[in-house]
C-alpha cells in the first residue's frame, strides 16, 4: 500500500477549489510521469464552508521534489510532507481562491491535546 500525505481543504468554493487542486496535481503527474497518485473526496458543507481530503501518494511527492531539487529544499517548511503543504498552497492562491490547508492527522492529534 503506497504511504499517502491526507490534507485536509476548507474551501468557500468547493468547485472552482477542487478543479484548481486537481489540475495542479495532474499537472505534476504529467510532469513527472505519475498516474493516478492521489484523490479528492467530496465535500462536507457545514458553516458556510465545504470541508474535504486530497489524498496524496508520497512517491509523487518525492518525484517533486526530485524534480525541483534545490528550489523544494527553498520552501518553507519541516519536511517532505510541509514543503509540499506550502508549495501546493502558493499554487492554489495564485487563483485567487479561499482555501485553507493543513496536514490531516496533525489537526486530529491536536484536538485531542496530542502533540
Request: overall charge neutral.
Amino acid at each position: 500500500m503506497q504511504e499517502r500525505i491526507n490534507i485536509n481543504v476548507s474551501a468557500i468554493d468547493y468547485e472552482n477549489t477542487s478543479k484548481a487542486i486537481i489540475s495542479t496535481l495532474g499537472n505534476v503527474e504529467k510532469m513527472v510521469h505519475g498516474e493516478n497518485d492521489f484523490i479528492v473526496t467530496d465535500s462536507e458543507f457545514a458553516f458556510g464552508w465545504h470541508f474535504y481530503v486530497v489524498c496524496v501518494n508520497k512517491s509523487l511527492v518525492k518525484r517533486l521534489s526530485d524534480q525541483m531539487g534545490p528550489d523544494f529544499e527553498k520552501i518553507k517548511g519541516k519536511g517532505l510532507e510541509h514543503k509540499f503543504l506550502t508549495w501546493l498552497s502558493d499554487k492554489v492562491s495564485q487563483k485567487n481562491l479561499k482555501v485553507k490547508l493543513a496536514i490531516k492527522e496533525e489537526m486530529e492529534s491536536s484536538k485531542f491535546g496530542i502533540f
